[in-house]
């Protein structure tokens, strides 16, 4: 098992910034991807960002220039810098990892943390 947990949420203005961190522990074999999904209220689950364990980057049109996603593979931990926040960021913001032990691979997540921007 593989536990995700995260920090770094919380209320910030708009044009202020946040950064996220989510680190995996347990029986880690190998991950692949990690990244960040977000859901609004009334809205579905969106992917933010994702970040593969070579570094390439993959970003939401709506965040590109704003957040940047970067991870630590020594602590498999990633981390989601988030600038310029809009209102429209307003979400609870789930990391996941992609594990990968021999063929089997399986998807963790986290609990999720609010991010509130008010305007």
């Known amino acids: 098992q593989v536990q995700l947990v995260e920090s770094g949420g919380g209320l910030v203005q708009a044009g202020g910034s946040l950064r996220l961190s989510c680190a995996a522990s347990?029986?880690?074999?190998?991950?692949?991807?990690m990244g960040w999904y977000r859901q609004a209220p009334g809205k579905q689950r969106e992917l933010v960002a994702a970040i593969s364990s070579g570094g390439s980057t993959n970003y939401a049109d709506s965040v590109k220039g704003r957040f940047t996603i970067s991870r630590d593979n020594v602590k498999n931990t990633v981390y989601l810098q988030m600038n310029s926040l809009e209102p429209e960021d307003t979400a609870v913001y789930y990391c996941?990892?992609?594990?990968?032990?021999?063929?089997?691979?399986?998807?963790?997540w986290g609990q999720g943390t609010q991010v509130t921007v008010s305007s």
């Open positions: 347990g029986s880690i074999f190998s991950i692949n991807d």
């Open positions: 996941y990892a992609d594990h990968q032990q021999w063929v089997h691979r399986t998807a963790y």
